[in-house]
Structure formats: structure tokens, C-alpha cells
């Protein structure tokens, strides 16, 4: 499942971050900024139109992404915590 | 190797929004020195600072970067100044990596990243009161020992905040060594991932956090990013600020107008009669306190900004508005620099640096200038003071609402901009956003105040350095060559700057510019608040001819001007770069020439011809 | 009972107000240009065979060193924006 399907304020976990093109920097970026393997994420809200941005929490960080940045990130089930 | 004797450089770096620039400020006090760094522009921010047991260093404010994988310019600059390979700049003797103790699971990240450089390194545990606060438990000992480096708290919000630091400051100054060696990395694996991993490992040795995040962000977050409240609330603010500057300004206004007008006539009936006189009463006094009645509208507006900005609520206005600007060609990121760009577009233009995408960037460049900068408030002020009746509609102030309209329609005009140059660029790509939403935090009154005294200083030098020298230049053009023996006119047609403006109005008629206002623009743009004090200057000196008493300008304008002229003016004020500053920044910050020849050249085109249109529709409306 | 002041001398005045309003600006707008004719003025009575006094007030002319590569130019003060 992707980032961009996820419910709002349903906790998955990230599996990982694809790169959409060779040497991708966002994907990169993401990785940096906490997008791992195993790292709790939610999405909190969503922008008034379009439902873009993705407001993003990640770990204890609140990130605004595009729709294309978030479809990069892969999920899974969260286990129960 | 360093010796007592030779000053020591540290360096400052940490992620965005850990509180750099406010631990950078409260140790450095007003010890700073703002330039560039060599051959680009980037801000290179560096100040002096003294520990209690005598020593000094300099300490250097680094960009903040969320990692040593640059992906932007400023990153770039962190990146190499750290590691020592900044041409021109000295390598750091010790780095001080400020980290945000609230969320350390983000920055102690790039604390690791930053210890793997191998150089002297002290960690600052910064906002410690509001992790206090939030019930997380840190182990500095535990961590210290882990790292290898020494662990200090800071809270740069408080007097004595830097306490820890200053004291570890002067006990490893004179032995400074690298980080404690840790095991050798797998060179197979992927850097992040082991950062990630060891990131967890010390949270999970060294700290306790009760909730994921602060329950008050949650809630407002809930409230302030919903789609309708949102929007809805963002509205609302903007727009009680506009009607705020002009109800509390009003007494304020009226005290320094009095102040001036008796400072004029006190020195008019002392001083020797002459050409003096007339440069110190009619250009001196009237000129720049024509402009000086506008600090308590500029300081009120600057409170909003400043407290909305330290709130933390800004980023949250950029995501509601992203898409929309995403729409125009701007980014969500655009949305900061163009907030600066109402103070003022030169550090707004600057902020663009943290723009990663180069287009994303130039758009947000060239559509700056529109936004209403600070320097325009005295002449919207003056004109909707003498044009705008100071009365209600329902309970909106109708002064209010114009200034609102006016930044309303500078904004605007900005998206349509934005949007036929994104049309025309045609480019089809990504554009990068990923903008963190700090949490929220009360202001503290006393950095308010200190931004606030800032302001007011910098506005109060500005008056008394450019605008001052402008309005005797001015003076003097308008007063010689005095009027020759036969002369039917008044004396300051045949000054030198009276012609030049009767020339000029040969350009401007279709405009409904008179020649006043022509003379005017022209040190307008050095500084567009100029246009005030200089109509001041021109007026006063108009009226001296005829023995009357100084009067205030707004009375003589409202009287003197057609509505339609006064809302063709505004509307070039909307557009025109009146600004020469401005247009050498942008020159600046692109390298190019031809960048700034578009910008003035779209800019003034857009002002000719919005200001022609204004003037002949109102004049045909019958407001001629 | 406005005092008397000879009209040359408020000329001398105005004038000296206008030359230094005129550097002002001239600083402020083009201060490459003003460091460039600082410089070009300077060099002149820098030279070794000059007099002492002569010398001094050139050293006052010249412009201090620039500290390091700043590309500023034409702004009252860089204030730093909101930190993003």
C-alpha cells in the first residue's frame, strides 16, 4: 500500500521508500528524514483542495508532502502497539 | 592546534527549526556581522562570544540543513564549511550541533551524521524546558557516554540559557580532541539505514518519550488545517490585522502629526529668515515627518508578523495555500519568503535560497517585488487617509478595508503573474515541497519586542540616513534656480526638478499624475516612502510661496487631487518597482542582468498600463 | 525676533548639507563605485614622496578593507526574514 492510500489517522508502518527515477533526491531526502523501515506513520490531515498536501507524521515529526513525494513511500500493516 | 591566545571558531549547525538562530542570538547579543559567503549567496551570519572564564570565539550561524546530503545551496554551503572545504572560509575548530530535544528522534539523526565528519564536537540539547514540559526524559550522561562528545542543555529562550554551554565552552577550550572512536562501519551497508538504526538504539538507551507528539499540536493542528476552519481562520487573521493597524494607529498618528507641526513653527519663528529656513522648515521637518507618521503603522503590522511567525503558524498557512500556489507556478515554500516580502522583498528575495527547485525559486523572485512591502504603507496610508473616509460599514473600519483590498489585489495580481509564467515556461515536471510543521509555541513577548525595536530602528536609520539626504537633494532641486524677475507662475515651476516634473508629465497626463507626483517618483525610487516626504517637501514649499502655514499633507492632497488621480497612483504603487535596491538584489540573487531587466521591465509595464486603465475607467465613472 | 544670518553663509551651509546628501546617496546606491573613486582619490596622496599630513588625510579617505566577500549592495540593513 502506498502512502497516498492511507486513511487518515490510521497507523501503518513504512516498508520503503521506491525511487521513481535513477538517483532519485526526494526519495533520498525522505529516506533522511526518518521514511525507514519499520517507522510508525500516519496521515494527520489533508490539504483543502485536492486533498494535497498530505500533512505526514513520521515518527515525532510533522511533514508536508505532495502526493507524488508521499506515492514513493511503501507501507505495511503496523503491528498492534 | 590552537593556542589561549588565538581566537577559537565554532560553528553552529543543526537541522531547520531547532532553535539555532535564537541560541546564535542570545549568545552573541547584538555582536553579529550579516555578509555573504564567497561567490554566492548564501547568508554567511557570524558574531563574537565571550564566556565567563574571559575567552573569546567566533561563533559562525550555519544554514540549517537536515542532512550533509546537500540538496539545496544552502545545504551545500553547510555541508563544506563543516567538513573544512569551504574555499575561503577557515575550517570550524569546534562544531556546536543544536538539536531539538522535543524531537530527537529526527535530529539526532544528523548528530551522528555530523559526528561521523570526525571533528571536535559539542551536542546542545536545546528547548529542554519545553521537553521538560512534555514529560521527556533524557539521559545526558547516558547519551554523552554514547556519543563520545560532551552533552549540554540550552534553552535559548532564557537569559542564562546558555549557561551549560559557555561552561563546557571554557573547560575544552584548551584541549580540544576528536569525537571518542566508535567500531568500524560496515562499508556494505547503507548510510542511512545504520544512522536510522543507531538513532534508535540511543533513543531507546537514553530516552523516554510519553506521547508521540504534543497533544496541544494535535488539537490545533485538528482545528487549524481543517479545510473550512482553516481556511476559514487564516482569513480571519489576515484581515483583523489590516483593520488592527488602522484602529490603533489612529491616536498614535495624531500625537506625532501635532509634534511635527510644532517643531515646524517653533524653529520657523527662530530660525533667521532665508534660504536655511526653508530647507530646515518646509524640506527637512516636513519632509521626513511626512514619513515618520507611518512608524506606528508599520510597528503593528511587524507585531502580527513577528508573533505569527514565532508561533509556528506560518508553515501550517503555507500548506493550506500550497496547492493554489501550486496552481500559480509558486511552491508552498514560496510562501515564507513572500511573508518577508511584506517586510520588506530584499531579505525575502533572499530567503528564496531555501527554494530547492531552481524554477520554483525565480518565480518566487520575480513575483516578490509584488508583494505590499513595508515602504508602500505611507503612501497607501496617505492616500487612503485622504481619500477613504474614516467611517464604518457594518463594523468594518472602510480605511481597513481598502489597505486589505490593496494587499488583496497586490496578492492576487502575484498568482495570475505567477500563473502566465508558469503557462509560458510550460515545464511539466516535479516540484518538491516536504515542509516541516514545527510545533507550536507562545511567542515570547520580549523576542517580539526586540524584533520590534529592530524594526523600528532600522525604519528610524532609514529616515535619517537615505531619506533624509533624498529630501534635501530634493529641496535643493526644487528650490534654484529661484523664479526669474518676469515670472507669472509660482517660483518652483522654474526650479530644476519643476521642469524636469512638467516634463514628465507629457508621460504620466494619462495617468492623472500630476506634475507633483511626477517630481516625486523620481527619488521615489530609492526608497518608495521618498514620494512621501517629497510631496510633503513639494507642497510645503508650494504653500510657502503663498505665506500660508504648514499644513499637513493628507488635508492639501484630498483637496487638491481627483479621486481618480489618487487610484491611479495606488495602483502604480501596486506594480512599480520603485525600489532600485530591490531590482539589485534580484540581479544579485539570479547573476543576471537580463533577470532584472525582465523584472523591471514587466514590473513598470504592468504599472503603466494597470495605473492608465485605473485613471480612465474612474475618470469615466466620473471620478475625475 | 528672528536673528540675522548672512545670506552667503546660509548658502555655504546649504551647500555643504547637499554635498553630503549627495554622497550619501551616491554611497548608498552605487557603493562599489564609491569605494572604486575613494580609492582612485586616495592612491594619489598616498604616495612615498608626499608630506606627512597630506598622507594621513589620505588614509582618511580611502575606505576601510572589506571583510570578506560581501555582495551586498543598496540596502539599509539585512535583516533576516522568517527562518524557514
Known amino acids: ?81 | 592546534m590552537s593556542t589561549a591566545s588565538q581566537t577559537l571558531r565554532l560553528a553552529l549547525v543543526g537541522n531547520p527549526n531547532c532553535g539555532k538562530t535564537a541560541l546564535f542570538n542570545l549568545l552573541t547579543g547584538s555582536r553579529q556581522k550579516v555578509a555573504n559567503y564567497a561567490g554566492v549567496t548564501v547568508e554567511r551570519k557570524e558574531g563574537r562570544l565571550h564566556t565567563p572564564g574571559g575567552r573569546q570565539f567566533a561563533l559562525l550561524d550555519l544554514p540549517g540543513a537536515y542532512s550533509l546530503q546537500a540538496a539545496s545551496l544552502d545545504e551545500a554551503v553547510t555541508r563544506d564549511v563543516c567538513r573544512g572545504f569551504y574555499p575561503g572560509e577557515p575550517a570550524p575548530d569546534l562544531l556546536v550541533c543544536v538539536v531539538d530535544a522535543t524531537n530527537l528522534r529526527l535530529h539526532l539523526r544528523f548528530a551522528l551524521e555530523v559526528r561521523a565528519l570526525g571533528k571536535p564536537m559539542v551536542v546542545a540539547l536545546n528547548m529542554m524546558d519545553a521537553a521538560r514540559r512534555r514529560g521527556i526524559g533524557i539521559d545526558l550522561q547516558a547519551l554523552q557516554r554514547e556519543l563520545g562528545v560532551p552533552v549540554v542543555e540550552t534553552v535559548a529562550v532564557r537569559r542564562d540559557g546558555g549557561k551549560a554551554l559557555l561552561a563546557q565552552l571554557d573547560a575544552m577550550a584548551d584541549h580540544l580532541h576528536p569525537p571518542a572512536p566508535r567500531d568500524a562501519d560496515d562499508p556494505h551497508s547503507d548510510m542511512h539505514v545504520e544512522l536510522h538504526a543507531e538513532t534508535r538504539r540511543l533513543l531507546a538507551l537514553a530516552v523516554t518519550m510519553p506521547t508521540r507528539t504534543a497533544r496541544v499540536d494535535d488539537a490545533l493542528d485538528r482545528w487549524l488545517l481543517h479545510p473550512v476552519v482553516g481556511l476559514l481562520t487564516l482569513a480571519v487573521v489576515m484581515f483583523l490585522i489590516f483593520q488592527a493597524v488602522y484602529a490603533w494607529a489612529g491616536p498614535l498618528m495624531d500625537g506625532i502629526e501635532a509634534g511635527t507641526g510644532w517643531l515646524g513653527d517653533a524653529l520657523g519663528a527662530r530660525m533667521p529668515e532665508g534660504p536655511l529656513k526653508s530647507l530646515m522648515v518646509d524640506g527637512i521637518i516636513a519632509g521626513l515627518g511626512g514619513v515618520i507618521i507611518f512608524l506606528p503603522q508599520i510597528l503593528i503590522l511587524f507585531a502580527f508578523i513577528l508573533v505569527l511567525e514565532e508561533s509556528g503558524y506560518l508553515p501550517r498557512a503555507a500548506f493550506l495555500l500550497d496547492r493554489m500556489m501550486a496552481a500559480a507556478g509558486l511552491s508552498g515554500r514560496s510562501f515564507i519568503p513572500l511573508l518577508s516580502s511584506f517586510a520588506c522583498a530584499i531579505p525575502g528575495i533572499m530567503a528564496t535560497r531555501s527554494i530547492q527547485d531552481p524554477r520554483d525559486r525565480l518565480a518566487t523572485i520575480m513575483v516578490a517585488p509584488l508583494m505590499t512591502c513595508s515602504a508602500r504603507l505611507p503612501v497607501y496610508a496617505l492616500l487612503i487617509g485622504a481619500f477613504v473616509p474614516d467611517e464604518k460599514i457594518g463594523i468594518f473600519n472602510q480605511q481597513g478595508l481598502v489597505l486589505f483590498g490593496l494587499y488583496a489585489a497586490a496578492i492576487v495580481s502575484a498568482l495570475m503573474v505567477s500563473w502566465v509564467m508558469k503557462k509560458w515556461r510550460r515545464d511539466k515536471s516535479e516540484h518538491a515541497l516536504m515542509l516541516e510543521l514545527p510545533s507550536y509555541r507562545i511567542p515570547h513577548p520580549r523576542d517580539v519586542l526586540i524584533g520590534l525595536w529592530e524594526r523600528g530602528m532600522i525604519f528610524l536609520k532609514r529616515v535619517g540616513g537615505i531619506i533624509l539626504a533624498l529630501t534635501i537633494l530634493l529641496w535643493f532641486l526644487l528650490t534654484f534656480p529661484g523664479a526669474p524677475p518676469d515670472a507669472v507662475g509660482p517660483a518652483i515651476d522654474y526650479s530644476f526638478a519643476g521642469r524636469i516634473g512638467h516634463a514628465m508629465t507629457a508621460v504620466f497626463a494619462p495617468l492623472g499624475f500630476n506634475w507633483q507626483i511626477c517630481i516625486a517618483l523620481i527619488p521615489g525610487l530609492a526608497a518608495r516612502e521618498v514620494a512621501v516626504s517629497s510631496l510633503a517637501t513639494i507642497y510645503a514649499l508650494s504653500a510657502a510661496d503663498d505665506d500660508a502655514a504648514i499644513q499637513a499633507l493628507t488635508p492639501v492632497i484630498s483637496d487638491g487631487w481627483s479621486l481618480a488621480t489618487a487610484l491611479s497612483l495606488l495602483v502604480w504603487f501596486i506594480y512599480a518597482p520603485m525600489c532600485i535596491s530591490t531590482l539589485a538584489t534580484i540581479k544579485r540573487e539570479t547573476n543576471s542582468w537580463k533577470q532584472m531587466g525582465f523584472a523591471a521591465f514587466y514590473l513598470f509595464g504592468l504599472a503603466y498600463i494597470a495605473s492608465l486603465v485605473t485613471y480612465q475607467v474612474a475618470v469615466a465613472l466620473g471620478a475625475g | 525676533m528672528s536673528p540675522q544670518l548672512s545670506l552667503t553663509l546660509q548658502y555655504i551651509l546649504i551647500a555643504l548639507a547637499v554635498a553630503v546628501s549627495a554622497w550619501v546617496v551616491f554611497r548608498k546606491q552605487a557603493p562599489n563605485a564609491a569605494r572604486s573613486l575613494r580609492i582612485a582619490l586616495a592612491l594619489p596622496l598616498l604616495r612615498e614622496h608626499r608630506p606627512a599630513w597630506l598622507r594621513a588625510f589620505g588614509k582618511r579617505i580611502a575606505p576601510a578593507p572589506k571583510a570578506s566577500a560581501d555582495g551586498c549592495g543598496g540596502c539599509n540593513n539585512c535583516e533576516t526574514g522568517p527562518s524557514s
Do not use: Y
Open chain 1, 1 to 81: 500500500m502506498k502512502l497516498t492510500e492511507l486513511s487518515r489517522r490510521v497507523e501503518a508502518q513504512v516498508e520503503a521508500v521506491l525511487d521513481l527515477a535513477p538517483n532519485d533526491a526526494i526519495a533520498r531526502r525522505l529516506r533522511e528524514l526518518g521514511f525507514v523501515a519499520g517507522e510508525r506513520v500516519e496521515v494527520v490531515a489533508t490539504g483543502p483542495f485536492g486533498a494535497e498536501p498530505l500533512l505526514v507524521q513520521i515518527g515525532f515529526t510533522r511533514f508536508a508532502l505532495r502526493r507524488s513525494e508521499a506515492a514513493r513511500v511503501q507501507l505495511r500493516e503496523a503491528p498492534a502497539p
